[in-house]
C-alpha cells in the first residue's frame, strides 16, 4: 500500500469514528486525541478500522504511535501485514 | 386494551416529540420491539413496546411534543384484527383517486384529558379529540366546516383528511372531499432538496412500498430528513407544513446542532440543580493497585484480534457492578421520601458527546455479563449513543452509574449523582504511580475511585465498604 491509500485508509477510520468532523482540515501532524477528542474507545475503534482494511495487526503497545495522522502513516507503511 | 405511552426517559424528561413511528395500524408487535423513535432533550430515543400484541391506532402524529404519559396508541391483544382495517393505498379502488393518505377511518378515541396539555380551542359545538383537532390544524383545516360522521356527532379523522385541502398530489386528482376547506391551500410543496434526500430506512422502504418519490417529500426529521411519518403523510400533508397563515406551529421542528447542544444542557442542568438540591452528597475515595488487572487485561489482548480486545474500562465496570449487588443500598433509586433498591443492576455508563454534553444510559444486569458480553455491550451502546439512537430502556432505568474521566487524564472524578438514583462511581485515569507495599516502593498502574452517595441512604462506612469491595475485585481479575 502506498502512503496515499494508508492515508486514506486511516481518514476513513476516523470518518466512521468523528462523522461529524471535518476530516480536510485535520492538521496532520497534531494529535488526533486532542483535534477529535478521542477516548480509549475511539482509539480502539480506529485499530480495529485499520485492522480491517489492511490486515494490519496492531499491538495495544503500539497504539500510541498512532497519535497522529502522520504517524499513523509511517507506523502501518513499516509495519508486516498479514492476509485480510 | 393495551396502551402505548409516552415513556418517561429519565427523571429530568417531562415531554418527548415523536420523530417516527416504526409501526403501521395492524402490525403485530413483540414486547421490546421498537415502535418509534422520540426525540428528548438529550437525543433521539428508539421506543420498545413492553407488551405483544397488535397496534391499533397510532393517535400521536409524527412531529407532535407530547407529555411523559400521553397515550400515543393503542395496542390490541396478540391476534388480533383491526375492525376497519386500513384502506389498502396501492390498491386502492378507484385508479385516479389519491390514495387514502392514513390508516383506518375508525374514531378517534381521545386521550385522557390531562395527558394533552393543549389549550380547547373554540369549537365548543362539535365533538372532537385534540389529536384530530391537531391534525385539523396541521392540514389547515377549519373544524366548523367539517361534517362529523363519527359517533354521536364527533368528528373524526376521516372527516378532517376529507376536508383537507389536495394539494401537492402528482396527480390531479378530483378531489372527493364533501366539505371543500374555505381556507386557501398554498399549493406549494416544500423544494425539493437538490439530490437525494436524507431520510430513514424505514421511509425509504414505506416510500418505495407506496410509489412515494421522497424527493416530492417534505422531510421533518432530524435535519430535514424524510422518515416514516412523511411518507405516510405524503399526499396531503406534504404542502401545509410551510403555510404561512397556519396557526400551529408547522412542521416538527428539525433540530439543529446548536438547539440540541442548548437542550441538552438545559436537561442537564434541570438534573444536576435538582441533584444538588436535593441529595445531601458524601464522598470517599480510594486508590486502587492494578498491577494484577493490567497484567491479566495485557496478556488476554495479546492473543485476542484487535475486534476482541478488552479496555480497562471493562474491567473496572465489571468490579463496579459487581459491588453494586454485594451493596444493595447503593443501587437503587429515592422516590417518595423512601429508598427503593433495585432488584438488578443495570449499571449506568456516562459517555461523552462529540461536541460537548452527556449520555448515561443503562448497561443491563452488568453484573451478570461475562467480560467479553460487557465489552460488546459497552462498544454497542457507546457508538449508539454517539449516534444518537439508545432504546428507551436504555435511558430509564440505570440503577447506580459509573462515570470514567481516565482518558481526559484527570486522576480523581467527584461525581454527581443523578437522581433519583443514590450513588455515582468514578474511575480517573490509570497510571503508573509510586506504590509502597511491604515495605518497597515500586511504580504501579493505580486508579483512584471514588463513589458520590446519597446520605440519606447510606453512610460513609457503606460507602468506603463499596470501594473496597472493587479493589478486591481487582485483585482477580480472572473471577470477574
Not at chain 2, 425539493?192 to 412500498?209: H, K
Not at chain 2, 462498544?379 to 452509574?401: F, K, N, Q
Not at chain 2, 504501579?444 to 446520605?455: E, G, Y
Request: net charge negative; hydrophobic share 45%; charged share 20%.
Amino acid at each position: 500500500m502506498t502512503d496515499q491509500e494508508l492515508r486514506d485508509v486511516v481518514l476513513a477510520a476516523l470518518g466512521r469514528i468523528a462523522p461529524e468532523a471535518d476530516l480536510g482540515s485535520l492538521d496532520p501532524d497534531v494529535d488526533l486525541a486532542d483535534q477529535l477528542d478521542l477516548d480509549s474507545m475511539d482509539t480502539l475503534n480506529l485499530v480495529i478500522g485499520i485492522h480491517e482494511a489492511t490486515g494490519i495487526e496492531i499491538p495495544e503497545r503500539d497504539y500510541p504511535k498512532l497519535a497522529s495522522i502522520d504517524a499513523a502513516v509511517a507506523y502501518l507503511a513499516a509495519r508486516p501485514r498479514s492476509a485480510p | 386494551m393495551g396502551e402505548f405511552r409516552m415513556p418517561s426517559l429519565g427523571a429530568d424528561m417531562e415531554s418527548g416529540t415523536l420523530l417516527e413511528w416504526r409501526v403501521q395500524p395492524g402490525d403485530a408487535v413483540h414486547k421490546g420491539d421498537i415502535v418509534a423513535v422520540v426525540d428528548t432533550d438529550k437525543s433521539a430515543i428508539e421506543v420498545e413496546i413492553f407488551e405483544s400484541g397488535v397496534i391499533g391506532e397510532l393517535l400521536v402524529p409524527v412531529g407532535d411534543k407530547v407529555p411523559v404519559g400521553t397515550l400515543l396508541a393503542t395496542v390490541l391483544p396478540p391476534g388480533a384484527t383491526l375492525a376497519t382495517p386500513p384502506a389498502a393505498p396501492p390498491a386502492a379502488p378507484a385508479p385516479a383517486e389519491v390514495p387514502a393518505p392514513r390508516a383506518a377511518p375508525a374514531e378517534v378515541p381521545a386521550p385522557p384529558a390531562a395527558a394533552v396539555a393543549r389549550a380547547a380551542a373554540p369549537h365548543a359545538s362539535h365533538l372532537v379529540s385534540p389529536v384530530v383537532r391537531h391534525l385539523a390544524e396541521r392540514l389547515g383545516v377549519d373544524l366548523d366546516s367539517v361534517a362529523p360522521t363519527g359517533a354521536g356527532g364527533r368528528i373524526t379523522r376521516a372527516d378532517v383528511e376529507r376536508a383537507a385541502p389536495e394539494v401537492a398530489a402528482p396527480p390531479p386528482a378530483p378531489a372527493p372531499a364533501p366539505a371543500p376547506a374555505p381556507e386557501p391551500s398554498p399549493a406549494v410543496a416544500a423544494a425539493p432538496a437538490p439530490g437525494r434526500p436524507r431520510s430513514s430506512p424505514y421511509a425509504r422502504r414505506l416510500a418505495a412500498e407506496r410509489g412515494v418519490d421522497l424527493a416530492d417529500v417534505a422531510g421533518s426529521g432530524p435535519d430535514g430528513a424524510v422518515v416514516a411519518g412523511d411518507v405516510t403523510a405524503a399526499p396531503s400533508a406534504a404542502a401545509p407544513a410551510p403555510a404561512p397563515a397556519a396557526p400551529a406551529p408547522a412542521a416538527p421542528a428539525a433540530r439543529t446542532g446548536a438547539d440540541r447542544q442548548a437542550s441538552m444542557r438545559r436537561a442537564i442542568a434541570a438534573s444536576m440543580e435538582r441533584s444538588k438540591r436535593e441529595i445531601p452528597h458524601y464522598y470517599v475515595g480510594l486508590d486502587i493497585e492494578l498491577g494484577a488487572a493490567t497484567a491479566w487485561l495485557d496478556a488476554a489482548n495479546a492473543e485476542r484480534p484487535v475486534a476482541e480486545r478488552l479496555l480497562p474500562a471493562v474491567l473496572l465496570l465489571k468490579a463496579a457492578a459487581l459491588a453494586a449487588r454485594a451493596l444493595p443500598e447503593l443501587n437503587g433509586f429515592w422516590v417518595d421520601g423512601g429508598f427503593r433498591p433495585a432488584d438488578h443492576v443495570h449499571l449506568g455508563v456516562a459517555v461523552s458527546l462529540r461536541g460537548g454534553g452527556l449520555v448515561a444510559p443503562a448497561i443491563h444486569d452488568a453484573d451478570t455479563l461475562g467480560l467479553d458480553e460487557l465489552m460488546a455491550a459497552l462498544r454497542d451502546l457507546v457508538g449508539r449513543a454517539r449516534a444518537g439512537r439508545l432504546r428507551s430502556s436504555e435511558m430509564a432505568d440505570p440503577t447506580i452509574t459509573v462515570t470514567n474521566l481516565g482518558d481526559q487524564g484527570v486522576t480523581t472524578v467527584y461525581a454527581v449523582i443523578t437522581p433519583p438514583q443514590v450513588a455515582m462511581v468514578g474511575f480517573g485515569r490509570v497510571a503508573e504511580r509510586p506504590w509502597a507495599e511491604g515495605g518497597m516502593v515500586g511504580p504501579r498502574p493505580v486508579v483512584t475511585a471514588t463513589l458520590a452517595a446519597d446520605h440519606r441512604v447510606t453512610d460513609g462506612l457503606r460507602g468506603a465498604r463499596f470501594l473496597t469491595t472493587i479493589d478486591k475485585l481487582l485483585h482477580a481479575p480472572e473471577d470477574l
